[in-house]
């Protein structure tokens, strides 16, 4: 006389034992043997050097943010290929107007030079003593006009 919820606890409780019961055989079954090399943080290769919470530059998260939107957008190709036949012209002409809109954003990207892996840090104009710069802060009658 189990309701709808309990059948799925019943499930939820199989699985987290089951879980665990695959996790103690492997704590038994595994070998330890620890060396100093082994308990290092791993760097794809590399002898990790300094601080472990380093700032990373935004453009490895820009690039991948940008490859996922446009290998998500070009999967939608796969399917209307498949069916390509009995769509039609209609739906060839849509598919048409998606390649363009995803060149245009493709276009857009590679423009700004987000797609750069090495892009040259910014130019910032300096400004000698006196010009375009002021020396002291505004004062309350500046502030009122």
């Known amino acids: 006389m189990l309701t709808e919820f309990g059948r799925v606890f019943i499930f939820i409780l199989i699985g987290v034992v089951f879980v665990a019961i695959g996790m103690v055989f492997a704590w038994l079954l595994r070998p330890h043997r620890p060396y100093p090399s082994k308990r290092t943080t791993y760097e794809c290769g590399e ?9 990373f530059n935004i453009r490895f998260y820009v690039i991948a943010l940008i490859f996922i939107v446009f290998d998500v957008e070009v999967v939608f190709l796969f399917p209307w290929a498949l069916v ?9 002409f849509e598919m048409i107007v998606f390649l363009a809109i995803l060149l245009a954003g493709y276009a857009y990207v590679w423009r700004k030079g987000d797609l750069e892996w090495d892009k040259p840090a910014p130019r910032i104009p300096r400004y000698e ?3 375009g710069v002021r020396e002291a802060p505004l004062t309350k009658e500046e502030l009122a006009v």
């Open 47 to 55: 002898s990790p050097v300094g601080d472990t919470r380093m700032r």
């Open 84 to 92: 390509y036949k009995s769509l039609g012209w209609f739906a060839f």
């Open 129 to 131: 003593r006196g010009v």
